[in-house]
């Protein structure tokens, strides 16, 4: 099976489980944002190892995958997280480099302290935002609350794929050559060209009638800018991993598309913003 074969496949039995979560919300979108959140972590820490760090993974996965059930319970309000858990989470990661400082100090216990709580941060704790993007208070109902979710992950693709595209046919200046070579500044724009539309188009055809909520027409533009210039730079930052691990893809978990942190490099970006601007742009559609 060609490369292209085999995106598209995995992207038809990704996208219904994606969205399907999305619509049930609750314990299943929980235990997704968990697994995803494990699997990226896993994988994040695979190319520490290649740059001979020594980070502590079944730790560091541990907490990545708890970060979003954690999300989801404090949702619920059976746990109630203080600054005192995360003072706990700590001293047990550093508490954990005791035995490296033992050995020698050329075993580089800080760092690998610091790749194995800054992970879990990464992976797990931006996932976590799926559930607040969700239950926004706004949003009544499932139907409501899985439009409101897909909607930054839906202009997340429309930015992949425009950058795709219009680079493609048009790109000429490159964008950022140190980490990403192929990507241009032209396919950057059409990326963020697309994104406006397609804010526009699902604002007007799906969040409004379908969810009663509304974004100003300025709002609905700033939304798909903004979405789109992060989404890039979140793809941006997991090429400067990759590039000094020294690596082509994340993994090889997902055929033609590498590693899940791959799909979802930009997401992590995406979707706290999203909550930021759903917060200070996101209105109750007009009635009539």
């Known amino acids: 099976m060609s490369e292209l074969g085999k995106r598209v ?3 038809l ?7 399907g979560s999305a ?9 997704l944002l968990s697994v995803a959140g494990g699997i990226a972590a896993w994988e994040l820490f695979r190319m520490a190892r290649a740059r001979g760090l020594e980070p502590h993974t079944r730790l560091g996965i541990a907490l990545a995958a708890a970060l979003p059930l954690l999300a989801h319970g404090t949702r619920l309000g059976v746990l109630r997280p203080s600054p005192a858990w ?7 990661v550093l508490a954990a ?31 976590s935002f799926a559930t607040d993007l969700r239950y926004h208070p706004y949003a009544i109902g499932d139907a409501a609350r899985c439009i409101l979710l897909v ?3 839906w202009l997340t693709w429309s930015s992949d794929t425009g950058a795709y595209f219009v680079g493609r046919l048009f790109g000429r200046r490159k964008l950022v050559p140190a980490v990403s070579p192929a990507k241009t500044v032209e396919g950057a724009l059409g990326g963020i060209a697309l994104a406006v539309a397609m804010s526009w188009f699902y604002v007007r055809y799906l969040l409004v009638p379908q969810a009663q909520l509304g974004l100003t027409p300025w709002g609905l533009v700033i939304f798909g800018v903004v979405i789109a210039i992060v989404a890039q730079v979140g793809d941006l930052v997991e090429s400067l991993l990759k590039r000094e691990a020294g690596v082509k893809d994340s993994s090889s978990l997902l055929p033609g598309h590498g590693g899940v942190l791959d799909r979802i490099d930009s997401v992590l970006f995406v979707l706290p913003v999203a909550v930021v601007l759903f917060d200070l742009l996101l209105v109750p559609a007009p009635q009539g």
């Open 151 to 153: 909607y930054p992950l």
């Open 97 to 127: 480099t005791i035995p490296q400082w033992v050995r020698s100090t050329e075993s580089r216990p800080l760092a690998n302290a610091a790749v194995t709580f800054l992970v879990p941060v990464y992976t797990g704790g931006m996932l």
């Open 86 to 92: 995360f003072a706990v989470v700590a001293l047990v």
């Open 13 to 19: 039995v990704a996208a219904p489980v994606a969205i």
């Open 23 to 31: 619509w049930l919300g609750d314990a299943v979108l929980a235990t």
């Open 9 to 11: 496949l995995v992207a």
